[in-house]
């Protein structure tokens, strides 16, 4: 059984930072993804960052050259923000999924597992 929590939420100034963590417990599977999904209120859930066991890792348009995915040795799966934007406010999910290998999905219903998330609130 996986088991995923999120950390490192927060509220900063347009411009400002934040990592994010999410912390991985139970089996390890050789082909994996994990993701961060993001939902703003009134908005679909939307994967902004995948990365698999490879370390190919993906972004949304929408947060590329400002947010960087990686993974430590203990497997948490990070998510360091730069300049972040206003529009960037929103509960953020850690997800993983087993992978048979390739580019990690972005659709929110191939991920078996996920985090409860932290949120994420940028002033303006």
């Known amino acids: 059984q996986v088991q995923l929590v999120e950390s490192g939420g927060g509220s900063v100034q347009t411009g400002g930072s934040l990592r994010l963590s999410c912390a991985v417990s139970?089996?390890?599977?050789?082909?994996?993804?994990m993701a961060w999904f993001r939902q703003a209120p009134g908005k679909e859930r939307e994967a902004i960052a995948t990365?698999?066991?490879?370390?190919?890792a993906t972004y949304a348009d929408s947060v590329k050259g400002r947010f960087t995915i990686s993974q430590d040795n203990t497997k948490n799966t990070l998510l360091q923000m730069y300049s972040l934007e206003s529009e960037d406010t929103a509960i953020y999910f850690c997800?993983?999924?087993?992978?048979?290998?390739?580019?990690?999905?972005?659709?929110?219903?191939?991920?078996?597992?996920w985090g409860h998330g932290t949120q994420v609130t940028v002033n303006s």
């Open positions: 997800a993983a999924e087993v992978s048979y290998g390739g580019v990690c999905s972005h659709t929110s219903d191939r991920y078996n597992w």
């Open positions: 139970g089996y390890m599977f050789n082909n994996y993804c």
């Open positions: 990365i698999n066991n490879d370390g190919t």
